[in-house]
């Protein structure tokens, strides 16, 4: 009895899951066709407002964290990591918003650096109310070039480990690359000796043959 109710259990556990990745890729969905589309109605304009207001040019990755959210909900195979998947994909894109919003001066104040990002909404590039907010901060404290440097390598550093890639791998593959090369350029020179060795046998062929008819 206690078996069946720890699978029962599991089971309304995996189909909530599910229930909330396929939810989750949806509405990412719907609010991203939302950002380029006016025919989803009141709901759309609402959504482009609110996604534009936070997040500026960067407004379509709010829908794609929640695509990948859903679908790392659904998968099996990242049920442990999940947490730590969601972390670096929502790290690269605060990146990416804090890179958008570098076009507004250094010298603004935040709560001018933000009514800029809501007065300017539709027609400059920023990173919105979020890109503002870490944008200030980060441009204040390192300047534009610094700041750049940062985000590049915060980016690097979430796609390696995204795809969990080390040095040793990377180590690998150079490897496999140089171990083809040289084997490539033996069937090479192989085949150029083959071709030689065929071209000197025909020249012989032709001296025969005129040779014998002499």
Same mark, same amino acid.
């Given at each position: ?42 709901? &759309?304009?609402? *959504?482009?407002? @609110? !996604? ?9 990755? %709010?829908?794609?964290? =929640? #695509? ?58 920023? &990173?919105?109310? *979020?890109?503002? @907010? !870490? ?9 534009? %070039?610094?700041?750049? =440097? #940062? ?64």
């Amino acid at each position: 009895m206690k078996k069946n109710k720890k699978v029962k259990k599991k089971q309304r556990n995996t189909e909530q899951k599910t229930l909330l990745g396929v939810a989750l890729i949806l509405f990412g969905l719907i609010s991203f066709i939302s950002l380029y589309s006016d025919k989803i109605g009141l709901f &759309g304009v609402f *959504i482009y407002k @609110i !996604f534009t207001l936070l997040s500026g040019s960067g407004n379509f990755l %709010i829908p794609c964290i =929640m #695509i990948i959210c859903g679908i790392l909900i659904i998968l099996p195979k990242y049920k442990e990591d999940i947490f730590k998947y969601i972390t670096l994909f929502s790290l690269i894109c605060l990146c990416i918003l804090v890179y958008l919003d570098g076009t507004k001066n250094i010298d603004l104040t935040l709560v001018d650096r933000i009514s800029m990002s809501i007065e300017y909404l539709d027609i400059a590039t920023s &990173g919105g109310v *979020i890109g503002s @907010i !870490f944008g200030f901060f980060m441009y204040k404290f390192f300047g534009a %070039i610094g700041t750049y =440097m #940062i985000l590049a390598t915060i980016v690097l550093v979430c796609v390696f480990l995204i795809f969990k890639i080390n040095f040793e791998t990377l180590k690998n593959i150079s490897s496999n690359f140089s171990d083809y090369g040289s084997s490539l350029g033996v069937k090479l020179s192989a085949i150029k000796e083959n071709v030689s060795d065929g071209l000197e046998k025909k020249k012989l062929e032709k001296i025969l043959k005129i040779k014998k008819t002499k």
